[in-house]
């Protein structure tokens, strides 16, 4: 099954984001939208949550989604947002709840504290949300997004992490264990859909690219088909030179020049 988009178009204002954006992620996969600044990669995970108006058409699992209601399409998707911003003061465990309340099953008394032990956060239930480092505040609210569709697969179905920037702030090890919570999620049957910068993470977790630049998709596919000197040279403007590291193989992206 997939979650995809047809012909989507963004306008904002003036300013046209997206043109006529075709989308399509797998589930089992973890999907990587990259591009440089303004490409429109955020818009278009908006769009896909229908967080923006668009013309053109999104699918999830087959059915589009205008076809969703709020709580159906809750129970099937969580979208992690660049950043979040609470006026009260919450502890951390109430913040991660707030997933639990979205999901249609029993509350699980349990759950919440496997969120945030999955994300490095055991034993911080107790301690004000505002408390925490920024790192750790990217962390509690991807426990809560993981809360909301803990099982991958309901009724033989897969559910979705839409997921916008998840490691931005995060240190190298942090954000090695939240790309494996994503790549696990995927293995077990559920899909990931995230907006990456990192060129090296992509090339080392995703199993599908989707490149934009100016509002438009400029190549999409396999990691081994889309990362390749001129491809990304042409997407970024500087000269990149994409090489491989024995013994796995995985790509890695450097600059070619610091000029």
Known sequence: MTFEGRGISVTLGRHTILSDVDFTARAGDVTAIV??????????????????????????????????GGADLASIRAVLPQSVTLA???TVAEVVHLGQAARSARP??????RALAAVGLAGYGARLYQELSGGEQQRVQLARVM??????????????LL?????????????????R?????????????????????????ANHVVL????????????????????????????????????????????????
């Open 35 to 68: 591009g440089p600044n303004g490409s429109g990669k955020t818009t278009l995970l908006r769009a896909l949550c229908a967080e923006v108006p668009y013309t053109g058409r999104v699918q999830v699992n087959g059915r589009d989604l205008t076809a969703h």
């Open 88 to 90: 009260f003061p919450f």
């Open 108 to 113: 699980s008394a349990d759950l919440p504290r």
């Open 147 to 160: 809360l909301q569709v803990w099982e991958p697969l309901t009724d033989g179905a897969p559910r979705w």
């Open 163 to 179: 997921l916008d920037e998840p490691v931005a702030s995060l240190d190298i090890g942090h954000q090695l264990m939240v790309m």
């Open 181 to 205: 919570l994503a790549r696990d999620y995927a293995m077990r049957g559920g899909g990931v859909v995230s907006v990456m910068h990192d060129l090296n993470l992509t090339a080392m977790f």
């Open 212 to 259: 934009m630049r100016h509002g438009r998709v400029t190549a999409a596919g396999p990691v081994s088909e889309i990362f390749n000197d001129a491809t990304l040279s042409a997407a970024y403007g500087p000269a990149l030179r994409v090489n491989s590291a024995p013994p796995d193989g995985n790509f890695f992206v450097l600059p070619h020049s610091a000029a």
